[in-house]
């Protein structure tokens, strides 16, 4: 019973994370979603179907909600949306879960990935069919309004969700799973490359100069750190090789880069406007950078900042750092990055554990999920990773996955494969 309880809570969450599109794209649909999960979570948890990892938490974390708060009452009663995101996110990584639920989690971010990848090359090379489907598929959408309304063809395609932000975000997980697979499963190599390559040229196609760099350094940082024995010669002629190029061809590269970030118009890097809202995020923590001016107290001042001549939702400040800081102030900051990053070295710590332990699934989903982390914190630099619901959960599910890995055994793992073979 327990774990069909639990498979139904990851398949919600797991919804949650891919909520961009339809009526819950928008901030408060999203949060009712978050709402209804939190409300069932607690039945759940009170009626014994469910448990939580009360003794594996960190003591920062339970000070971290506590300050979150205390800080709340700067912005009542806005502010309470947040302490509801952020206790359901807890709930989400203090759920106790088995080598079913994590295999079943990153197997279903896949699945996601590959049905989205598709969906934009189909929006790519056959738009008709695309937007006759979109036509009936979408609530809202910048990209199928510009084309049906305006004539005006987008270049940056989203596929299936709304923002092609959000799709390079999914797409780019789906290249962690699909490359780190690939170095590490002994089966499905070819497959799982082949996937990942098409990943990767759909990141490319939604544009997102940000993606298009992180994903292929966190993928040399796992391939030089994590995937081959430390005293292994082919890595070390690799490395060399590639340092030569890299100092031999330096000037290419930086042009190649600078070209990306600047979308090929001129020296100056874009920040799509990005600066207007660091600039408004910083001015609110000058005013007060110990506590901030409230939880979620950003978009109220964003929408008496003039930026856009129509107050919206949810905003954002379009750097994560810069809205803590400007929200919660450095004691906020500093407890909210120390939680993470502490699960974080928790999981790379785990990672050299299980591979010395030659524990090749639990390495492999411990990897998995930091990249995913260092994915997301990377991307929290032109990103609202910390406050944007989907993307909140997403962060609170790898960490959850990180917190699990240590309890389960390795056989639990393998009998899953044994299943899987004998069913084939």
């Known amino acids: 019973m327990k774990i069909q309880v639990n498979r139904m809570i990851t398949l919600f969450v797991i919804f949650i994370t891919i909520s961009y599109t339809g009526a819950f794209a928008g901030y408060h649909g999203c949060m009712a979603l978050i709402c209804c999960f939190t409300f069932l979570f607690v039945l759940c948890l009170f009626t014994g179907l469910i448990r939580i990892n009360v003794k594996s938490c960190s003591p920062i974390w339970p000070m971290l909600l506590l300050y979150l708060c205390l800080n709340s009452l700067l912005n009542i009663p806005k502010s309470f949306l947040y302490i509801i995101l952020f206790s359901g996110g807890l709930f989400v990584m203090l759920r106790e879960i088995n080598a079913k639920e ?69 797409l780019s997980l789906g290249c962690i799973i699909c490359f780190v697979e ?20 759909s990141v490319i196609l939604t544009g997102k100069r940000s993606f298009i760099l992180i994903v292929p350094a966190l993928l040399f940082i796992f391939w030089l750190f994590g995937s081959y024995k430390q005293k292994n010669l082919v890595r070390f002629v690799t490395l060399g090789i590639l340092i030569f190029l890299l100092i031999w061809q330096s000037n290419t590269i930086l ?18 406007s990005r600066e207007h809202y660091w600039e408004l995020a910083l001015k609110m923590f000058r005013k007060d950078q110990l506590f901030g001016q409230g939880l979620n107290s950003f978009d109220i001042v964003f929408n008496m900042s003039g930026i856009k001549k129509v107050a919206v939702d949810f905003a954002g400040a379009h750097n994560a750092y810069f809205q803590l800081l400007a929200e919660t102030g450095m004691i906020g900051a500093l407890l909210y990055l120390s ?39 990377i991307y929290g630099v032109s990103g609202n990773v910390l406050h944007q619901p989907q993307q909140v959960f997403i962060i609170f599910l790898f960490l959850g996955v990180i917190m699990n890995l240590n309890k389960i055994s390795e056989s639990d793992f393998k009998e899953i494969q044994k299943v899987r073979i004998v069913l084939k």
């Open 339 to 377: 939680a993470i990053l502490g699960t974080v070295f928790r999981g790379i710590g785990e990672v050299m554990l299980f591979r010395k332990n030659k524990e090749k699934h639990k390495m492999m989903y411990s990897i998995i999920s930091v990249l995913a982390l260092l994915l997301l914190a």
């Open 102 to 170: 994590i295999q079943f989690t990153i197997k279903l971010f896949k699945i996601i990935a590959i049905i989205l990848a598709a969906s934009i090359l189909l929006q790519v090379y056959l738009p008709k069919l695309f937007y006759d489907f979109a036509s009936r598929w979408f609530f809202y959408s910048n990209q199928y309004d510009m084309l049906c309304h305006l004539g005006i063809v987008c270049h940056q395609y989203s596929g299936l969700f709304y923002e092609v932000s959000f799709s390079g975000l999914i």
């Open 255 to 272: 042009e190649l880069i600078s070209n990306i970030l600047t979308k090929g118009q001129g020296n100056m890097i874009q920040l799509s």
């Open 182 to 201: 690939f170095n590490l499963k002994k089966h499905e190599k070819i497959i799982n490359f082949l996937l990942g390559a098409v990943m990767y040229y």
